[in-house]
Nanobody, 115 residues
């Protein structure tokens, strides 16, 4: 079992930046992937970025070059640095960890980008 808590969301103007944090209730060493998903109003949840236990990263085309996913050395936290934000980045951002046999989600953090 692991609990995930997101923080760092908020309201920002287009072109601005935000940094999301996802803190786990315990150190996470081996996993398939840790990722950030987002869900805009009226739309399905979509993958934004993920990082593997080996440190490989992958991004949705819509955020490449603007967002960066990373983890801390203690392996308890994951971050999403979001730069050059656009109104279409608005949504609830969820943290996820996939352990092959199961996955866990955080409660979500609202990100609103005004034009």
């Amino acid at each position: 079992q692991v609990q995930l808590v997101e923080s760092g969301g908020g309201l920002v103007q287009a072109g601005g930046s935000l940094r999301l944090s996802c803190v786990a209730s315990r150190s996470i060493l081996y996993f398939k992937a840790m990722g950030w998903y987002r869900q805009a109003p009226g739309k399905q949840r979509e993958l934004v970025a993920y990082i593997t236990s080996g440190g490989s990263t992958n991004y949705a085309d819509s955020v490449k070059g603007r967002f960066t996913v990373s983890r801390d050395n203690a392996k308890t936290s994951m971050f999403l640095q979001m730069n050059s934000l656009k109104p279409e980045d608005t949504g609830v951002y969820y943290c996820n960890v996939n352990f092959w046999v199961g996955e866990y989600w955080g409660q979500g953090a609202q990100v609103t980008v005004s034009s």
